[in-house]
């Protein structure tokens, strides 16, 4: 059997998803022998390939509409999509402008800053309109599976993966989803 190939996107978050992808440390020879990772962050490739990839992960919410693209073109071209991290389950803490008019949350952010000095917002064909809402994924397409944290753990990455490459569907309960340092 050849490798299954991987592709993921980072959409509205904070690569914490990513870093604890690496966090699986020596693993990750393991992985590499079993998979082969073609669009991701950490190959810099942008777009899963046309033909597909076995499992496609999505870090992060979808804020912008270029974002809500990314996130249908993942579920187009992979088998299995995983929403991985708080942000691409629930939305995260990037839905605290929810709570906010856009108009108010652009307003706040290039012109009322105590920092900014002769602020404007931003208006160029070349920069993505802001969706009204922060969402997960799982409110713009159909995900398969969620795997909470802020980050998920290195161990729960490592348990949702070699489950798949073992041709099974992870069962995420008990200890697998652990919070806090130490998984207290």
């Known amino acids: 059997m050849g490798k299954i190939k991987v592709a993921s996107q980072w959409l509205e978050s904070c690569a914490g998803c990513h870093m604890s992808f690496l966090d699986i ?13 073609s ?20 870090t992060g919410g979808i804020g912008n509409e270029e974002q809500e693209e990314e996130a249908k073109l993942m579920r187009e071209r992979c088998k299995v999509l995983i929403a991985m991290g708080d942000c691409a389950v629930t939305g995260g803490i990037c839905t605290m ?29 070349d ?28 161990e729960a990455i490592w348990f949702v993966l070699s489950e798949l490459l073992e041709g099974r569907m992870p ?14």
Do not use: W
């Not at 020596?26 to 022998?33: A, N, P, Q, S, T």
């Not at 409110?139 to 944290?149: A, K, R, S, T």
């Open 25 to 37: 440390d020596e693993k990750i020879v393991e992985l590499l022998k079993h998979v082969e990772l």
């Open 39 to 58: 669009s991701t962050p950490i190959t810099d490739l942008k777009h899963p390939p046309e033909e597909g990839v076995d499992v496609g992960i999505l």
């Open 97 to 125: 402008r929810n709570f906010f008019d856009l108009d108010e949350v652009l307003r706040r952010g290039y012109i009322e800053t105590e920092s900014t000095v002769d602020g404007e917002i931003p208006q160029h064909e």
């Open 127 to 154: 920069l993505t309109p802001l969706k009204e809402q922060v969402a997960g994924v799982g409110d713009v397409v159909d995900v398969d599976i969620y795997l909470p944290g802020c980050p998920p753990s290195a």
């Open 171 to 184: 069962k995420l309960e008990g200890d697998v989803l652990k919070y806090g340092m130490d998984g207290e």
